[in-house]
């Protein structure tokens, strides 16, 4: 489980990567750019939800001992 959790970190790392390139910084709510921003976002929500799964796993295994 913890193999996958890292993976799937790794991939929303990559997606906010690939919508970085996305941007464009002069106008940054148009086109192409609000979509990579939306991206961005739900990237790091992914991100943010699955560090706090892998922390909540590891408190239900330390209660566990």
Do not use: H, Q
Not at 22 to 31: A, E, I, Q, R, T
Request: overall charge positive; charged content about 15%.
């Amino acid at each position: 489980m913890k193999v996958f959790i890292n993976v799937l970190i790794v991939i929303a790392v990559a997606l906010i990567a690939v919508n970085i390139s996305l941007l464009d910084l002069k106008n940054p709510f148009s086109g192409d750019s609000a979509i990579g921003i939306i991206g961005i976002a739900a990237s790091i929500c992914a991100v943010l939800i699955l560090v706090i799964f892998r922390m909540s796993k590891n408190i239900e295994e330390r209660s566990k001992e």
